[in-house]
């Protein structure tokens, strides 16, 4: 049973459109979400976060959006750049005693074409 | 400053066989987690340590899986009489505090590609 899910495999946009990646999660004890990125043979890195008690994040070109009513996330990118080509991955941990635990969806491979 | 390394990147083996993966989290992190990604799958929760001790192995899939952290630092996750179940990347992530809601972020090793013939 998927907690935390992204139901697009991929996402293709040219560079300096915007992209939206997606995620929907269906736990209600979850507080505080993330976004990774992915690089080939590399580890996640991790790109932004939000918590429960906001609707907005920004960090420079990424926008992390968040719909508690909907159970809902997105993170926008703009302008998207080649080298954002990754696999991105939403995760999302509970509160309390468990909060070190990252429950990740399948992830989104983003191509920015040049 | 160094990163969370893992070792090997790579391992082949065969069924039924013995194997230790290790992990080199980034100097002063007290917390370190393994997370096990399939093909296809995000990265999934095995396991938890807090300094020395097992915080939580609750994502470990059985009795053939195993982790230490004798030192507070280095870890290495075992895995006894193989399967072909069990190939995958494993992920090792190391965080200064162990609390992520208080922004406490993971850093991710490369992790170790597993093999099982």
């Known amino acids: 049973d998927q907690q935390v899910k992204q139901n697009s495999p991929s996402l293709s946009v040219q560079e300096g459109r915007i992209s939206i990646l997606n995620c929907d999660y269906t736990?209600?004890?979850?507080?505080?979400f993330l976004w990774y990125k992915k690089y080939p043979a590399e580890g996640p890195t991790f790109l932004i976060s939000?918590?429960?008690?906001?609707d907005k994040n920004e960090d420079g070109r990424f926008t992390v959006f968040l719909n508690k009513s909907a159970k809902h996330l997105s993170l926008h990118i703009v302008p998207s750049q080649p080298g954002d080509s990754a696999v991105y991955f939403c995760a999302a941990s509970g509160r309390g005693g468990s909060n070190y635990k990252l429950t990740f969806g399948k992830g989104t491979l983003l191509t920015v074409n040049p | 400053g160094a990163g969370v390394s893992q070792t090997p990147s790579n391992k082949v083996t065969e069924k039924g066989k013995y194997v230790e993966l290790r992990c080199d989290p980034i100097?002063?992190?007290?917390?370190l987690y393994w997370y096990r990604q399939s093909l296809g799958q995000g990265p999934e929760f095995l396991i938890y340590f807090q300094g020395t001790g097992a915080a939580d192995d609750s994502g470990l899939p059985n009795d053939r899986f195993f982790a230490v952290r004798p030192e507070g630092s280095v870890s290495t996750l075992k895995i006894q009489r193989t399967e072909r179940g069990d190939s995958a990347v494993y992920l090792c992530a190391s965080s200064l505090t162990g609390v992520a809601g208080g922004g406490d972020t993971q850093y991710f090793g490369p992790g170790t590609r597993l093999t099982v013939l």
């Open positions: 736990n209600s004890m979850f507080d505080y």
């Open positions: 100097s002063g992190h007290t917390a």
């Open positions: 939000i918590s429960s008690i906001k």
